[in-house]
């Protein structure tokens, strides 16, 4: 049986392109006060994946204007070295951004990593206190892609107060956050995880699913409410989503598409974010 879908494609390019439009603008008004917004992004190892998102990244910056430094770290550091790094950079005027990138090796202590990055620099929104600032609802940079999920809600002004929400995934950077941010914005939430009991009953009761589980094609059509709104936050390898999506379509009433969907927002954020620390720092420095 074909089943033909209504659903309305949340287009991630077009989000992201908005957010990139809006901040060309900022990036030469600084400029023209001697000021261009860097980003430092540590890379520590040499996982294909993480290079090929520090690349992406990089390139980014570029075509805005913003500066990207790279530090590349090799996979023996120890806590105490890329502790020294990050501190070098917090120390750094040039640099009003610095993204640590996800994973770093298992034998570094990564929390410890991540919050000894300056908060007026988390650009990225993995510290302990930018995590606890977002859970307050004021976080000056709130985790980028859960940030970028939101942005996407709010583009296509898709109704958060009073629905029920269910976020796959309790991840610091992502599934928590994201709740915390849906809770934020009115919505009931329920956040599942690897020993939730009956998570597909979970998901049927959604009016928004949020995937971020790590799992390709892990969420089911049959697991949808007819009309679920559905944001897959998933990248796995060969661009595929945490979401069945072809499965999920004909039950949904909007979906982003992996790729296309979450992931250029989330640059986007991220640049934005530094964006905005390099324009606190200026006001600062004034
Ligand atoms: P993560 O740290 O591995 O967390 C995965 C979460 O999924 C955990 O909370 C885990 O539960 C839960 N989970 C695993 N198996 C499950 C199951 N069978 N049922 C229910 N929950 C289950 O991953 P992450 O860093 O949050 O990333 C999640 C996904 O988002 C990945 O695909 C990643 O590539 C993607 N991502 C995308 C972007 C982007 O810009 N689009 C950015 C970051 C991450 P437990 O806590 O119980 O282990």
């Known amino acids: 049986m074909v089943m033909l879908s209504k659903a309305l494609i949340l287009d991630g390019n077009r989000v992201a392109t908005e957010i990139k439009e809006r901040l060309a603008g900022r990036v030469e008004k600084l400029a023209a006060h001697g ?5 430092a992004t540590i890379l520590v190892g040499d996982d294909p994946a993480s290079a090929t998102y520090v690349r992406m990244k990089g390139n980014a910056c570029k075509r805005l204007g913003i500066r990207s430094v790279r530090v590349d770290l090799p996979s023996e550091t120890t806590t105490v070295e890329l502790i020294a790094a990050i501190q070098a950079l917090n120390e750094d005027p040039n640099v ?5 990138q996800h994973p770093v090796p298992h034998h570094i202590d990564e929390r410890a990593a991540f919050d000894s990055i300056s908060i007026d620099k ?6 302990t206190q930018g995590f606890a600032q977002n859970a307050f609802g004021f976080a000056a940079f709130p ?4 940030a970028a999920i939101m942005a996407i809600l709010d583009y296509y002004k898709l109704p958060v107060a009073g629905k029920h929400a269910v976020v796959i995934g309790r ?4 599934g928590k956050p994201v709740s915390a941010m849906l809770l934020n914005e009115d ?11 009956g998570l597909e009953h979970h998901v049927r009761s959604a009016d928004i699913v949020v995937a971020a589980v790590g799992k390709p094609k892990f969420v089911q059509g049959d697991w949808m409410k007819p009309g679920a709104v559905v944001l897959d936050a998933g990248y796995n390898p060969g661009n595929v989503g945490d979401v069945d999506y072809e499965a999920c379509l004909p ?5 982003t598409p992996v790729p296309a969907g979450v992931g250029p927002v989330t640059i986007a954020t991220l640049l934005k974010h530094t964006v905005d620390a390099a324009e606190r720092i200026s006001r600062e420095v004034k």
Do not use: F
């Open 143 to 146: 985790s980028c892609t859960p």
């Open 171 to 174: 991840s610091p950077i992502l």
């Open 35 to 39: 000021i261009v917004p860097c980003l």
């Open 96 to 100: 009003h951004g610095i993204l640590l």
């Open 251 to 255: 039950h949904a009433s909007a979906i």
């Open 187 to 197: 919505a009931t939430v329920t956040t599942c995880h690897s020993k939730t009991v």
């Open 122 to 127: 988390d650009v990225d929104g993995v510290t």
